[in-house]
């Protein structure tokens, strides 16, 4: 998988698992990582964009789909 100049979504990106993928990705070289929480102010990293995103709730995933569609 292609990972450099690549765009990316992370769900769960706030913490753990999702945390660790969002700094690989960073480190892989992605050109741009939309990161994913319930809360986006609890996205701390930088050099992505926070993006709210509940997987239960079907208007976010509606709206963050739209969002990353205009990359």
């Given amino acids: 998988m292609q990972i450099k100049n690549a765009v ?4 769960g990106a706030n913490r ?3 945390h660790a ?5 960073l480190e892989a070289g ?3 990582i939309y ?3 319930r809360d986006p ?3 701390t990293l930088a050099g992505v964009t926070p993006i709210q995103l509940d997987v239960t ?5 509606t709206a963050a789909a739209e969002r990353a569609a205009l990359t």
Avoid: H
């Fill in 35 to 37: 990161a994913a929480a």
């Fill in 57 to 61: 709730n079907a208007a976010d995933i």
């Fill in 8 to 11: 990316v979504l992370v769900t």
């Fill in 41 to 43: 102010s609890s996205i």
């Fill in 16 to 18: 753990g698992l999702g």
């Fill in 30 to 32: 992605a050109a741009k």
């Fill in 21 to 25: 993928f969002v700094n690989a990705l």
